[in-house]
């Protein structure tokens, strides 16, 4: 998420209408209204990569799978976002064209300048829509995929994958995603740890 445009303060109303009309897609967080940048190509196909992997999985069980420019309502009339992937089993939300209420699931590919943002201020907010069961934020520099799974108490379970061996199972989307397809084609290496210096002998 970017800079502000303005220091006008946005109604819901006026934030719906300039999205209309706009080529550039923005967030809005309580009167705020952030341009989002143009991705990279690995962001690209890696939300390509877990798109697919997540439609194979959701097929003909009720839930619809969006990219980029599908709304979601965090909260309403206060807080809009656009995830890179966001999965939805609701009923309810078929009936909205353009925005999502009730995701299960949401994936964020990080970038530089929205790393910390994603994992700290807007995973806060995530964290208050009841239906949220997952959270992935992808790296774009090396192989490592952090899922947050929120379990039977409510509370948030974190997982690292890293190995080029993981696979991300999530058996209530009937997903099987082996890290090295979410990074399927991009230029993005494994994870590689530097060895330490053998010390002088």
Not at 163 to 174: F, G, K, R, Y
């Amino acid at each position: 998420m970017g800079r502000p445009e303005t220091q006008h303060h946005y109604t819901p109303e006026e934030y719906f209408a300039l999205e209309r009309q706009s080529e550039v897609r923005h967030e809005y967080f309580d009167g705020e209204v952030f341009a989002m940048a143009g991705g990279t190509k690995a962001h690209n196909l890696i939300t390509q990569n877990i798109t697919l992997a997540l439609r194979a999985g959701v097929r003909g069980r009720g839930c619809q799978v969006f990219m980029e420019d599908v709304r979601l309502a965090v909260q309403e009339s206060f807080h809009y976002t656009y995830p890179d992937v966001v999965v939805s089993c609701d009923p309810d939300d078929r009936c909205d064209p353009y925005l999502v209420r009730q995701p299960v699931l949401i994936v964020e590919v990080l970038s530089p300048s929205t790393a910390e943002y994603d994992r700290s201020r807007k995973f806060n907010q995530y964290k208050k829509i009841p239906s949220l069961r997952h959270y992935i934020l992808v790296s774009q520099s090396a192989w490592v995929l952090e899922w947050f799974r929120r379990d039977d108490l409510g509370q948030w379970v974190h997982t690292v994958l890293s190995d080029p061996a993981d696979v991300l199972e999530i058996l209530d989307l009937h997903l099987h995603l082996p890290l090295a397809q979410v990074y399927d084609d991009t230029d993005v290496a494994p994870l590689q740890l530097t060895p330490e210096p053998e010390p002088p002998r």
